[in-house]
């Protein structure tokens, strides 16, 4: 299927993955800090933003993960450092497992993966089977206000009018309702147990109040970066700081890997 994208800057090759319920937007702020260095490539992932549904509604990581490779691959990336937050880093880090060969460096940003202890807000009512039929038609804004407001840090400031509007509207757009409940309630195979064979260098980037994800422990030689005040939208949270943290990553590479 075609992937809606965003492309902007000169340089070695950086893919921002979103979220989920969110899109291209949610890592526009770290993609615009990067531009200046890389050329950064950032998708709209199946059934958010303004790529739309899935047409066979398979909503599984590796699924997304063998769409994300070949959506790449059209535009002619076999070689590229990929980023991505939340599902976007769960799905990075499967395509670091099943592509060893493209991926040259890997930033993993509150990525999801393990066996979660507990889901968050919009999943949780996602999975509800009362209100599952009455969310493919309507999602109100509040619930979209409430769940933002939930995946900030206490002191966060960010979720406004501007964000929830943007948020709302692009959750509303025609089947993106439907591919929500759809991947809310696909059945992930746990694939955590491979965590330890991923091979590309890995930059961990962790909210100081998440936790339940090993990557920094399970990743051999993986580097891990702590923000003490983000919540799990930390791209959108302190995004100079995960910029800057990504820059640096990569720098030592820019003669080496592939443009």
């Known amino acids: ?3 809606s994208y965003r492309r902007s800057g000169q340089g070695p090759v950086v893919v921002l993955l979103h979220g989920s319920g969110s899109s291209l937007e949610g890592v526009e702020r770290v993609a615009s800090l990067l531009s200046a260095r890389f050329d950064v490539i950032r998708p709209d992932l199946p059934g958010f933003g303004r790529t739309g549904p899935r047409p066979d509604r398979d909503y599984t990581v590796q699924a997304y993960a063998s769409t994300v490779a070949q959506f790449l691959e059209s535009l002619g990336q ?6 991505g937050n939340s599902l976007g880093g769960n799905i990075a880090w499967n395509l670091a497992l099943d592509h060893p060969e493209r991926v040259t460096r890997l930033v993993l940003i509150n990525a999801t993966g393990y066996p979660e202890k507990s889901l968050p807000a919009g999943l949780r009512l996602a999975r509800n089977p009362l209100v599952r039929p009455l969310l493919r038609r309507w999602m109100p804004r509040r619930a979209t206000k409430r769940n933002l407001e939930s995946a900030v840090g206490p002191g966060s400031k960010i979720v406004d009018d501007a964000m929830v509007d943007r948020v709302h509207t692009l959750m509303s757009r025609p089947g993106n309702r439907s591919a929500f409940i759809d991947f809310a309630n ?4 746990d694939r955590s147990g491979e965590i330890p064979r991923i091979a590309a260098p890995t930059l961990v980037l962790r909210s100081a109040g998440i936790d339940g994800q090993n990557f920094a422990r399970d990743i ?21 700081w995960v910029a800057d943290a990504i820059r640096t990553f990569l720098t030592p590479q820019h003669t080496d890997e592939a443009q």
């Open 1 to 3: 299927m075609q992937l």
């Open 186 to 189: 696909t059945d992930q195979p």
């Open 220 to 240: 051999p030689g993986s580097q891990e970066l702590t923000n003490p005040d983000s919540g799990h939208l930390l791209p959108e949270e302190a995004p100079e």
């Open 78 to 83: 076999n070689r590229y450092a990929l980023a």
